[in-house]
């Protein structure tokens, strides 16, 4: 990727010190010289009348401008004007991430407050999606069955858009459960023709395997298979947790209450699918941990740019000096001439 851009700017700046003695001599010119008086005793004027109508008071204070914009024309040009053409030959090597994200309703269990399970797996993913600059990004969801939600890709804000729009199994209609080698399975199957030099997968789940027609064991040496590094992320603690379920009553009007739900991750799966990929497993049992965990991540899985840049300058003096050796050149010529003071 070639990146240009063009600046402008002075070679030899501390050439703009002469703008002080420029000044002072302005400062000479319109309000000191007009201010001297001088007297001459003659016998008669008839000297005089050839003269008449040359001393042109305001076109003389005219020539003086000239003649002074002239000298900061020459200034100018010795501070150099340039113009920089520059060239950045940018080596992004960039990365291809899947999310994969558990939706089984268990993820609307509401320990990861302000939000549950899944509210703040959803604002986690947004945030770091949003960190990213070139890598493309896909997200998978899985319950009892598996889906592509978004193929990798560089539109950011259609990901961010469906992920907004993400809810549980039962909302969307789907198996509910908690397929993990299905679930694997398909992020890998995203990331397999992809060209990048580096693919990572961040799997997210509250549970353990329970459903699917793959098993765990085939959906990592599918991963493995295809050079995929997996960061797990176990959401939530063990033990008996209330669900959250939404009915309506006579009225139409939504009412929830709560059950209780044995919930249980599975710790040590998650830690052979990262270990044996080379990711790392990460545990997110409170609110803030899933934002240190993708942060964490982001630091892991870094975009390698190299930069080449090639600058080229082109030189502006000669137009401000020829602009002042013209305008010095017209004071002198007016001075001698139309505007000349004295017989």
Do not use: C
């Amino acid at each position: 990727m070639n990146i240009f851009s063009t600046t402008y700017l002075w070679g030899q700046p501390w050439f703009f010190s002469l703008t002080i003695p420029w000044l002072g001599l302005a400062y000479f010119l319109f309000f000191v010289q007009p201010r001297t008086k001088s007297s001459l005793l003659i016998s008669s004027l008839k000297a005089f009348k050839t003269w008449r109508g040359r001393g042109r008071v305001f076109f003389v204070q005219v020539n003086k401008g000239v003649f002074l914009l002239a000298l900061f024309m020459f200034i100018l040009a010795l501070a150099r004007p340039q113009k920089a053409d520059a060239k950045l030959k940018r080596n992004v090597e960039g990365l291809d991430i899947v999310i994969v994200l558990d939706i089984s309703d268990s993820m609307l269990i509401e320990d990861m407050k302000p939000f549950n399970r899944l509210e703040s797996a959803k604002e986690t993913i947004k945030n770091f999606i949003q960190l990213r600059t070139s890598d493309r990004i896909g997200v998978v969801i899985f319950a009892g069955e598996a889906f592509t939600l978004v193929p990798p890709t560089l539109d950011y804000q259609l990901i961010l858009d469906r992920v907004d729009k993400i809810t549980t199994s039962a909302s969307a209609h789907i198996k509910d459960g908690t397929a993990i080698g299905v679930g694997m399975a398909t992020g890998a199957a995203r990331l397999k023709d992809s060209q990048a030099k580096s693919r990572a997968m961040i799997f997210m789940t509250d549970g353990g395997n329970n459903s699917g027609t793959i098993d765990p064991e085939t959906g990592l040496a599918i991963a493995k298979g295809y050079g995929i590094r997996i960061y797990t992320v176990g959401i939530g603690t063990n033990g008996v947790k209330q669900l959250p379920i939404y009915s309506e009553d006579m009225f139409g009007n939504k009412v929830k209450r709560y059950q209780p739900f044995e919930d249980e991750v599975n710790d040590e799966l998650l830690t052979q699918m990262a270990t044996e990929t080379g990711g790392k497993y990460f545990k997110a049992n409170k609110e803030d941990s899933l934002a240190g965990i993708f942060k964490e991540i982001n630091a892991l899985e870094t975009t390698k740019i190299d930069d080449s840049k090639y600058v080229q300058y082109e030189e502006y003096f000669q137009l401000f000096a020829w602009m002042g050796f013209i305008l010095y050149l017209t004071s002198q010529v007016l001075s001698l001439t139309w505007l000349r003071v004295g017989p």
